[in-house]
């Protein structure tokens, strides 16, 4: 393991934390307004703000390294993740709805990469006080506690989480995928936070997750769901143009023994 990363999870925590202060600040003095990106997808100046504060503190510390962000650099082009450069993959605020709407499953998500290989993931929910971590080959944690998935084998005993995109108009096929589920599986949850669902995935409060997400949404969560033993996996072929380490497109993630009886149930063969 290279020297450097145990620097950089540190890095990234203390961004994390500093990220949640400025979130939870924010809310309590009710200092933040809406906007609409797309006309449909809601962001606020907190998003923003968090978005420029995370990005200013990477590019004033490790100048050669990249960024993809959702708010201020949404489309590098990750042709080139191939290389040996460093790139982190950010969500300022993961649950921008929730944030709004006076919720606490909210949170700040830092990954990096290098090449094809996940390096580190920091997901830090400020009002839950619980900031989860991984480092690759290290295992994950949440509070320096080590996460491990639930083990569930059944369908019938398993708690799945999915979420739903701001575009109505894909929301056919999601709508069939949680049908499946909800007869065969115990319940499903909603939580609004893709990164927070998988660390819960990693904690074992979840027994799966599935959804189509962007990078900066599974960046984090997924190495931390990975390195609590979660097989992560796919229910829809690659279409767009990330690289497959950040293709958050029909992501499965769940505890090893559903993986295949949950695949069956949400490919739909599309
Ligand atoms: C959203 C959340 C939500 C998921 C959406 C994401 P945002 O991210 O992760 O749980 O269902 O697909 O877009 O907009 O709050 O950063
Ligand atoms: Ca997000
Ligand atoms: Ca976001």
Known sequence: MSENYEEWLEFAKTLAVKAGEMIVEARESSNFVRDYKMHHELVTSTDIAVDQYICSCILE???????????????????????DIPVWVI???????NFAHGHHHVAVSIGLY??????????????????FWALKGSGAFCNDKPLAVSGAKELRNALVATGFPYQKTALTPIIERVSRILHHCQDVRRNGSAA??????????????????????MAAG???????GAKVGYYLSHTATWPDVVNGEGLLVSSPELYNDLLVLVDLGL
């Open 61 to 83: 510390s490790y100048p050669s390294h990249r960024i993809l962000s959702e708010e201020s650099s949404p489309s590098m082009d990750l042709g080139n993740i191939g290389e």
């Open 91 to 97: 969500d300022p605020i993961d649950g921008t709805v």
């Open 114 to 131: 290098i090449g094809e290989q996940r390096i580190l993931g920091v997901v830090n929910a400020p009002f839950l006080k619980e900031c």
């Open 196 to 217: 927070l669902d998988l660390c819960w995935v990693a904690a074992g409060r979840l027994d799966a997750y599935f959804e189509s997400v962007k990078p900066w949404d």
């Open 222 to 228: 997924t190495l931390i769901a990975e390195e609590a």
